[in-house]
């Protein structure tokens, strides 16, 4: 490793009885005044030539650092960006933190880190915190929208963990600051779920899917994709799987049972994804239209070994082009708000809740492994009608059709 270069400083002065140093460090015109207080080094270029000019600014300097100390402010603060470094390689180290939520840690200080360059994590209060929500909430998106209040609170949140560790772990801060609040019309974090497919428009995707795997002169691995894709969709929808979980999946995890009291056919599987507890999976289960699409892909990866991945592609832009030639992009119930792969999971919850509205919730939020609460919220994007037909009918009501099951191409 190259060694540093040597500090070489000429003492053209002090003052204070000694305890300011005024020197020229490594031949430069300016002087420079260096101190030793509560504990370590500080040095400050006056900016000045003359030693007469670099004795008033060094004075004035002196004074302000020991009006901070008598004030109890620490004079050495550790720098945000520091602390926010060192929290990202203790996160690293945490057997609790995912990989996925690593990478989301990384992104937000690439984000934010023109925010906090040279801010010492003491330096960091309440106005300073409403003032970058406030300049946070004025930026834009690469779409050209305004970033949401959800972002702006994950902003808060990384800030707030960092800050954390600065105090708890490396003992550079006394206190957390108040944070500001996400309440209200202008500031409050409203639900936003992926908008869902209804069962005619499930239907279809499925149709337009399974008319593009048919058309001629395709490529062997266009063909391969597509077929793919068309798995991806039904087993997604069949299992409630998040995008991650799915492309978790490699085909040891996967299991063919039948369920004793029904004779249901299942796939078991497990999963890797944003509720595990480390790298510790979880069951799913793949019902209906998921068999079919496990069996097209069985069908389709007939070399596959157990250690591979069930998905050998990504299908972000195939699924766009498919929503795109379905005419199912936006959703114009939700705003406009684009359709993408995340639909896919409330789509299977939605439908499937809608077809057994006597289930109860909890034995949902099992099956999709996520909470009650989070159905009611995000998942379950039925019409109010629905609900006042059950309170009508006292919940009785005629069984309508399932979702239709992923076709399943040879």
């Not at 978790?248 to 599987?269: N, P, Q, Y």
């Not at 510790?280 to 591979?308: C, M, Q, W, Y």
């Amino acid at each position: 490793m190259e060694a540093k270069p040597k500090l070489t400083t000429i003492h053209v002065g002090e003052l204070m009885d000694g305890r300011v140093r005024l020197e020229r460090i490594n031949g430069s015109p300016y002087i420079s005044a260096r101190v030793f207080i509560q504990g370590k080094l500080v040095r400050k270029s006056t900016r000045v030539t003359t030693l007469a000019a670099a004795t008033d600014v060094a004075r004035k300097w002196y004074q302000g650092l020991l009006a901070q100390d008598h004030g109890g402010k620490r004079i050495h603060g550790r720098l945000f960006l520091d602390a926010a470094e060192a929290f990202l390689t203790y996160a690293n180290e945490a057997e609790s933190v995912r990989k996925e939520q690593r990478k989301n840690y990384r992104q937000k200080l690439s984000l934010l880190r023109p925010f906090f360059l040279k801010v010492r994590v003491d330096e960091i209060d309440a106005s300073f915190l409403t003032a970058l929500r406030s300049t946070r909430a004025k930026t834009l998106t690469k779409n050209g929208d305004p970033i949401k209040a959800a972002t702006l609170k994950k902003d808060m949140d990384f800030v707030r963990q960092v800050l954390r560790h600065a105090k708890e772990i490396e003992k550079a801060l006394d206190v957390l600051p108040t944070f500001p609040s996400f309440a209200g019309d202008v500031w409050g974090v409203h639900p936003s779920p992926s908008p869902y497919l209804t069962s005619k428009q499930y239907r279809h995707l499925l149709a337009i899917s399974q008319k593009r795997l048919g058309e001629a002169d395709l490529n062997p691995r266009v063909a391969r994709q597509r077929k793919e894709l068309h798995a991806f969709i039904g087993l997604c929808v069949g299992a409630a799987l998040r995008t991650g979980e799915a492309y978790s999946l490699h085909w040891s995890d996967c299991t063919e049972v039948r369920f004793e009291d029904s004779g249901e056919i299942a796939i078991k599987m497990l999963v890797t994804g944003k509720h595990s507890k480390g790298s510790i999976p979880e069951h799913a289960f793949a019902l209906k239209e998921g068999v079919n699409a496990f069996r097209l892909l069985k069908r389709i990866s007939p070399d596959a070994k157990p250690t591979d991945k069930v998905f050998r592609e990504h299908h972000r832009d195939g699924l766009r082009e498919l929503f795109e030639a379905a005419g199912l992009r936006d959703d114009p119930t939700a705003g406009g708000k684009m359709r993408h792969s995340k639909c896919l999971r409330p789509t299977g919850l939605s439908l499937r809740l809608k077809q057994q509205p006597d289930v109860h919730l909890r034995h949902f939020a099992k099956w999709a492994r996520t909470s009650v609460g989070m159905i009611e919220k995000f998942y379950d994007q039925n019409k109010p009608e629905l609900a006042a037909s059950q309170v009508l009918s006292g919940g009785k009501r005629k069984k309508v059709a399932p979702p239709v099951a992923a076709a399943t191409p040879t």
